[in-house]
């Protein structure tokens, strides 16, 4: 693999200046991502390869950041499992129909992803070819558990009452959906490996509602099994979780290359917490966006002094970049990122 | 003050059982709740002192708890300080107009607790009366950061990114706010006080969106300056912060004698970086109420042992009991906890 600043920050090796990418860096904040936006369908946007790498690219050109990130949805997999998927205006993700007992699972469909999800992978294929070695691609998927809140909640919840039912009166239940997950998950990401994705996230936005007994029982082993099925050769692999500070000492056991923090914990903190013989990704809050140049300049330089200048950090926010974020902002911290780093290492 | 078990645990001294309460205990979880609600608007419930004195007392009877909490809403503040409040059907708290500048600061009227609060003060004298020293009651008011979410929001938020923008690039502007909050919530607790609150709890449902330096300047110097000027005199005082353990040791710093914490932590390792020298309350995830008898026994049955015994644990849920819970199962989780804590101490 050429040799990408992003790629070696991830496997802890020296590099010119800290890398930066930006979760949802493709997306509605930029005026290109929106007229793109104007004429398609969010779902139908994500299922036309031609234009979901047209809008991987925008932020590629534009922020100068240090990788692409594959465009598309955590839930084409439930989706290609044979769930029916809508957005609705303003609304959040509608999944149907929901997932409940075990006749419910017996019927999700097993991925075949070069058939079912062939469009990520065309996706993958061309951005390969449109990126020509300038930043490594990321592809992605989500992690069983945050992909089961979805399927079991019918879409967004907020406390999950559903699920944790399944969990706590059914766990046999529970568990095989999380299995059926882990394979699916498993298969999907190696075919984006094959494919062409030179890294790989798992997003496990949701696993922070857990209290650790849960994240033990029913969150970690289908990451792990997961992370130790991937064919990872050379391809670093990131474990990205929402409000997971108490869980950062179990994580660690996942074995990833990288792990994703949220903004409530410092930097600092959370990778003695983790390890420094991992790489941590993050960590700042989305809404340091909407502050002057100035302001964002005292927030990156915090963390690039708590991060220390040691191999391993790759800049990111602690979640996805806020849809009316100042796109001249987002800009500024790329700079300000590369320019602050560069700086810490000469 | 009568030798109250709760009051006592809250100043961590010797009881012969661990107590228990429960956050939201007065609420739709209960037939003899949604009888009264049935009948009356929430807000009217909140301002008929007669009604609201009736469904704090409920839980009471029904479950055994060991503290009464007044039944009342963190936003009948803003609504005495001048903001209009609705709660429609199925949505949140709708608050207008919502506080954005200077001078919307400047409107907000200073509150007179036994005037413009007094139907609050008025079920405080009843209570005290009716529970004939049978347990304690506890005060409560919203802290002055999850007040101004919900004030420059003008209802609930995913992001809050009105107040953090105020934060980031008005800060003079949140400091004036908060500093107000402040004001106000120290003159309704103390008032509350006065009128016969034997504790009070201090919630910051919202503060652990926070990252630790936004909690330095702008949560934790406003809670501090309540906490200070509250005529505590054998009045124990609570800080309760959802989803706020990364920020645990800072909180230490508040003074309050107890602290609570939501489910995601365990309860051993949260005492040990809030120090021993300080109660805590928790940590029950609401859903395991969703359980059966055995496993909620179980999971009791951890966070006992997990605080060991030790003078100056207060039971709780980790947030508030979710409206669709069994009743009997909270019936029995009161139960379990007397009885394990009871064998623990024999």
């Known amino acids: ?83 029916d998927l809508k957005f609705g205006k303003g609304m959040g993700p509608q999944l149907s129909p929901v997932i409940r007992s075990r006749s419910d699972i017996d019927r999700l469909k097993e991925i075949d992803p070069e058939s079912s999800l062939s469009f990520v992978m065309q996706t993958i294929r061309i951005l390969r070819r449109e990126l020509e070695g300038r930043v490594p691609l990321i592809g992605f998927s989500g992690a069983p558990f945050t992909l089961a809140t979805y399927m079991v909640e019918g879409g967004s919840s907020k406390d999950f009452l559903n699920l944790k039912t399944m969990m706590y009166k059914n766990p046999k239940t529970a568990h095989a959906l999380f299995a059926k997950l ?87 903190v959370a990778w003695k917490e983790i390890g420094y013989d991992r790489a941590i990704q993050g960590n700042l809050d989305p809404c340091v966006l909407f502050m002057d140049r100035k302001g964002i300049e005292e927030r990156v330089r915090d963390i690039l002094k708590r991060a220390g200048g040691r191999p391993g950090h790759i800049f990111n926010l602690g979640h996805g970049v806020l849809p009316t974020t100042p796109v001249e902002n987002v800009q500024a911290l790329v700079e300000i990122v590369h320019e602050l780093s560069r700086e810490d290492r000469a």
């Open 182 to 268: 882990s394979d699916a998950v498993t298969a999907y990401l190696n075919a984006q490996i094959a494919a062409g994705a030179q890294a790989v996230q798992i997003f496990d936005t949701w696993a922070g509602i857990c209290s650790p007994i849960d994240f033990d029982a029913f969150v970690f082993p289908y990451v792990k099994s997961v992370v130790d099925r991937l064919n990872r050769n050379g391809v670093p692999v990131i474990y990205y979780c929402n409000g997971g500070s108490t869980l950062l000492s179990r994580m660690r056991k996942l074995n990833t290359d990288v792990i994703g923090v949220d903004w409530r914990i410092e930097i600092d």
């Open 1 to 83: 693999m050429a040799d990408y600043r992003f790629i070696r920050a991830c496997f802890r090796q020296k590099v010119d200046r800290t890398p930066i990418w930006i979760m949802r860096q493709a997306g509605r904040y930029m005026p290109e991502y929106r007229a793109v936006r104007e004429k398609t369908e969010f779902l139908e946007l994500c299922k036309t390869p031609e234009l979901a790498a047209k809008v991987t690219l925008q932020p590629i050109d534009k922020l100068n950041v240090d990788a692409a990130i594959l465009f598309s949805d955590i839930l084409t997999l439930p989706e290609a499992m044979g769930i």
